[in-house]
């Protein structure tokens, strides 16, 4: 069973939500706003992922923009970002699907279907 760490307003989400639905996927759904990811939840996102920390980051959003991070992740270290990010989950790039030795983090469906199909 994975895990669908999620904003219920976002649009994107809502799209991965019904492509889960449509191909039968089994998930726990977790609102992002109401219960963020913490610092060692993203830790293991990134090495599931191989992604770099300034991907999980919501570029997008407006606590983003407004905190200017766009100039100040390049002086921030991984474990600073992710402890950044675990403070708000609106800073956090969504969604995430976490299930056992894999994490996607945001919608593409050609990505999420490879990998889960």
């Known amino acids: 069973m994975f895990t ?3 904003y ?11 492509w889960l639905d449509s191909n039968g996927i089994e998930y726990k759904e977790r609102n992002i706003k109401e219960e963020p990811p913490g610092a060692e939840e993203l830790r293991a996102v990134l090495d ?13 959003g407006k606590l983003y923009r407004e905190m200017g991070l766009k100039d100040r992740l390049s002086e921030m270290t991984d474990d600073e970002m992710l ?3 675990s403070t708000d989950g ?9 299930g056992e030795n894999i994490a996607l983090v ?10 889960l199909l």
């Not at 219920?8 to 019904?18: E, L, N, W």
């Open 90 to 98: 609106m800073l956090v790039k969504r969604p995430i699907l976490i």
């Open 83 to 85: 402890e950044l990010l």
């Open 106 to 115: 945001g919608f593409k469906e050609p990505e999420w279907t490879e990998k």
């Open 4 to 6: 669908f760490i999620c």
């Open 8 to 18: 219920p307003k976002c649009s994107t989400c809502a799209k991965a939500r019904k």
């Open 48 to 60: 599931a992922s191989e992604l770099s920390a300034k991907k999980l980051f919501n570029t997008s």
